[in-house]
């Protein structure tokens, strides 16, 4: 069985990057760096929005399906720094070479993931092969969008046309899922500054394991499934789920069950 690896990431503004690269007087504090940044983006964009290379990586959720369950956590301890969780996840490649599944990963996560990853200078040898060392990876590899080795799903169901990409909440919800629970992206700045990392970490977690049950849905669509084994799958989520304890695995199933009920 090839590994499956879903992935998810939660980012925060890089301020001291922004001073870097923008040769910022040391006597602006960071609100006031922040503010002038996201005033540039506005006047450019129309949104504050920050570019990709200044989103600095402060959680990585993952769903690991192999031949030994369904394994769901989030990369590293809460007070890790960036580096650490950049080199925790792509040691988790070179370690299985999983498949990996995201959902807007090629648009979002991993050109973040690239940008940070050169910051830090964190080696990725096997995720960055293209069939120098490895054949195999010529036709098949991480980095082209049309290949399976990553599988970007709002990507290929929106045959790779921005104008028809969906949501992760909306289409999670649609097909009878518990969609995003805790926050939403928007509120992840505040809560690490309020020191709320573990609700950050576990917010993460719940959208990746809504990515990994689309992904099911997704294999029962292309008929790598069937009906049955399609239910086995996410018979396997749902035990896993009854048996934590933890509140947002709770609140997630409580969700589900409410959602099935309508």
């Known amino acids: 069985m090839i590994p499956v690896l879903v992935f998810d990431i939660e980012t925060i503004t890089d301020v001291c990057g ?87 990963g090629g648009g979002f996560d991993l050109p973040v993931l690239h940008y940070r990853s050169m910051l830090h200078g964190v080696a990725a040898p096997r995720y960055w092969e293209w069939g120098d060392e490895d054949r195999d990876f010529k036709y098949n590899n991480y980095l082209n969008r049309y290949h399976t080795r990553h599988i970007d799903l709002m990507d290929v169901l929106a045959q790779y046309q921005a104008r028809a990409n969906a949501g992760l909440d909306a289409m999670a919800r649609l097909c009878g899922f518990p969609g995003k629970l805790l926050m939403d992206g928007g509120d992840v700045g505040t809560a690490i500054a309020e020191g709320k990392i573990e609700d950050v970490r576990r917010y993460c977690e719940c959208d990746t394991l809504n990515t990994y049950l689309l992904f099911l849905r997704f294999q029962l669509l292309r008929g790598i499934y069937t009906e049955g084994e399609y239910g086995r799958e996410i018979e396997t989520v749902r035990n896993k789920l009854q048996i934590s304890d933890t509140p947002h695995w709770r609140a997630f199933l409580s969700e589900w069950d409410e959602i099935a009920s309508r």
């Open 18 to 104: 922004i001073r870097r690269v923008h040769r910022l007087s040391d006597e602006l504090n960071d609100t006031d760096v922040l503010d002038w940044y996201q005033q540039q983006r506005r006047a450019a964009t129309g949104s504050d929005f920050a570019h990709l290379y200044f989103q600095q990586v402060v959680a990585i959720a993952c769903v690991l399906r192999n031949d030994k369950g369904v394994q769901i956590w989030s990369l590293g301890e809460a007070h890790d720094t960036e580096n650490e969780l950049l080199r925790r996840f792509f040691e988790g490649i070179e370690r299985f070479t999983p498949q990996l599944v995201s959902w807007n």
